[in-house]
């Protein structure tokens, strides 16, 4: 039976991820939930763009070879797609978009046009984090500023998810390994500072 890169068989790999794909999806609903209210604000260019990064570069590490270590990529995808929709559902879920935001939106649009030239996966996944970076900013920036219009279930969900997937690599390729690791420091970063910003309203 094929082994992970840590001994584990196939099978306790899949469970893990799984695990990590429904701790994404519960964590995602609690985002929903507190969007579809209007508590919750998402920026629209962060998440309709976090939803097309992962998709890209899940198709990609697949086609090169990664198999159920692209699926907490993919989900993170698809998660982000679901929080897009949601956005448009209650008025007051509308975050102000500005134009700090359109220019990340130009960013992530443009890497993934580049890649789109040179076809390459191992390329493809590259500007995808690019891609995913560019449009995590608005979103990193609001989380500082306002935490409250965050919800820090989703992000550590995420960061359970992208951790989910080292169990199941199959080798240390940088196709396999680049993606989950960008997932794991960004959801840290945003859990951090959600987290940072109520406790100090908490002492304020």
């Known amino acids: 039976m094929k082994r992970s890169v840590w001994g584990l068989n196939l099978l306790n790999s899949m469970l893990i991820v799984l695990i990590g794909a429904v701790i994404q999806l519960v964590g995602i609903y609690f985002y929903l939930r507190e969007t579809i209210r209007g508590k919750t604000q998402p920026n629209k260019v962060s998440w309709l763009m976090w939803s097309i990064a992962p998709f890209i570069a899940s198709i990609a590490a697949f086609s090169d070879g990664a198999r159920w270590a692209t699926l907490p990529v993919f989900m993170a995808g698809f998660t982000a ?10 008025p007051k879920a509308y975050w102000k978009i500005e134009i700090f935001d359109y220019i990340c939106g ?16 191992l390329v493809a996944i590259i500007f995808s984090i690019i891609s995913y970076a560019f449009a995590a900013v608005p979103t990193i920036i609001k989380s500082w500023k306002y935490p409250d219009s965050e919800s820090i279930e989703t992000y550590f969900a995420g960061l359970f998810n992208a951790l989910s997937s080292f169990f199941a690599l199959k080798t240390f390729s940088i196709s396999e390994l680049a993606f989950p690791i960008y997932l794991v ?20």
């Open 81 to 90: 797609l679901l929080v897009f929709i949601a956005s448009f559902v209650n």
């Open 185 to 204: 420091l960004e959801s840290s970063l945003l859990t951090i500072l959600v987290y940072r910003g109520r406790l100090k309203d908490k002492h304020n």
């Open 106 to 121: 130009f960013c992530s649009v443009l890497a993934l046009l580049l890649w789109g030239i040179t076809k390459e996966p």
